[in-house]
């Protein structure tokens, strides 16, 4: 449809000609950005839809505050926050809130999850945290 739009306007002479490159350069310019902008909202849905967290009592989020190590000097020291848990290691620190009892995720760091493994009221005795389809498990330290 377009194309015969532009062949109709160059027919009718130079000015429209001139008028009808602008009009398709202007046309290309929005189609593209809106592809673009199609592209990255499909993105986005797709591949850092946030996590769905839930609500624990305080008690069962404690479980997981310690110090884990998964090698020697690869450590993770879990704290209580504001909204859920901090993670904090050699690299930075972030959030974790809980998507269950026992699994916890971040929006900050998008596909990263942390299952901590023991009792249900003991303070759990190591976390599995995956991530970029590696899988690290981490004891907790005395």
């Known amino acids: 449809m377009l194309h015969t739009l532009f062949e109709n306007l160059v027919s009718t002479g130079p000015e429209s000609i001139a008028f009808a490159r602008i009009f398709f350069d202007a046309a290309s310019i929005v189609h593209d950005r809106i592809n673009l902008a199609k592209k990255k909202l499909v ?16 008690k069962v989020l404690l479980r997981g505050v310690g110090r884990y190590e998964q090698a020697k000097g690869d ?34 760091v998008p596909g990263l999850t942390i299952k901590f493994e023991g009792g249900d009221i003991d303070p759990v005795h190591s976390l599995v945290l995956r991530q970029d389809g590696k899988t690290f498990v981490y004891k907790r330290l005395p």
């Open 43 to 58: 993105y986005q849905l797709i591949h850092n839809h946030p996590p769905d967290f839930i609500t624990l009592p305080e």
């Open 75 to 108: 450590m993770i020291e879990i704290s209580r926050g504001y909204t859920g848990l901090i993670v904090s290691a050699e690299y930075g620190e972030f959030a974790i809130r809980p998507q269950s009892p026992t699994l916890y995720a971040s929006k900050m």
